[in-house]
């Protein structure tokens, strides 16, 4: 079917930088929207950046004028880069996309696997 493959990520200081990749494999047909949620120990998962295929994009106040959200979509690939980063940022990463499979009329949701982030003070 479909995968998501999630890289980037680690530990950074407060005020430091990283980015995130993710990148959707499979029987693609279209892919609608890709997007970040994240979720931190004892916190529900939230989001944190959409961006539609044709590029329209919708960031989390909370991390709007600090991160980017941006795709390759030949290679199916979307991108997310944190600067300033607090603590409070420090969480496991979800890459999503709403995908629609060859032979579907609709999209469905896919997950990543997740990636750590921590950001020391």
């Known amino acids: 079917q479909v995968q998501l493959v999630e890289s980037g990520g680690g530990l950074v200081q407060a005020g430091g930088s990283l980015g995130l990749s993710c990148a959707a494999s499979?029987?693609?047909?279209?892919?609608?929207?890709m997007g970040w949620y994240r979720q931190a120990p004892g916190k529900q998962r939230e989001l944190v950046a959409t961006?539609?295929?044709?590029?329209?994009?919708n960031l989390a106040d909370s991390v709007k004028v600090r991160f980017t959200i941006s795709t390759d979509n030949p290679k199916n690939t979307v991108y997310l880069q944190m600067n300033s980063l607090k603590p409070e940022d420090t969480a496991v990463y979800y890459c999503?996309?709403?995908?629609?499979?060859?032979?579907?009329?609709?999209?469905?949701?896919?997950w990543g696997q997740g990636t750590q982030v921590t950001v020391s003070s």
């Open positions: 999503y996309a709403d995908i629609t499979n060859w032979g579907q009329v609709r999209g469905y949701d896919y």
């Open positions: 961006i539609t295929r044709s590029g329209r994009t």
């Open positions: 499979g029987s693609i047909f279209a892919i609608n929207l």
